[in-house]
């Protein structure tokens, strides 16, 4: 029996590697963003919780059809300005809600998980890529809106694990992006959160 079958089987296999311009600061948080939410999803076993996505979705689909029915009404001007101003009023109104949401409840999430089996709090998702820097930062942390502005209020904090890493070390000099590598380490991540080895707010990020 001839070994080529299992040899191309084998080629395959092999992962395609995803380059990126890293100089595309927008591109590069894309990717680790995705990778993230992937990682907590098919490696770590966890589920999404889409409520404000859906709730998004909502409005800016009824923003949508109030601003197509204002384009393509068939009335005449001057006779559908009554219309013209509903359906602008609703749009702005939506489209007001959904920076709301933005602004006060995503804030820097890239994703909401349902709570870990055997606890009842859903896990809040938040990275950040700030501009001029190389430094990724992945924080997870419990899902508590009250609790939150409680404990910021007195200057407390509710459980959260930070890890940052160097862009420079999830991508090589020609833009290869290591997937395999950084979905480990995002689990990895998780698994800290997982086993209640929080960060103290006090001791800054921990670099890898």
Known sequence: MSDKPQQQVEEQAVIELHQVDTGDIMKVKQVLDETVIASLLDTCKLTENGYWSNVKL???ATACFFASVAQFAPVPFPESRPLLGVCGSIYFILSGVLQW???TVDVDAIAIMNPIKGESKKL???????RYTEFFTLIIEYEDRKQRETDEKNKEFLPFVEQTWSVGKIFDVDGYFD??????AVAGVYQRFKNKKFDNKKEGKKND
């Open 124 to 130: 809040r998702i938040r990275t950040s890529f700030p």
């Open 58 to 60: 909502i409005l800016m």
């Open 101 to 103: 949401i933005l602004v």
């Open 179 to 184: 997937a395999v590598g950084f979905d480990a």
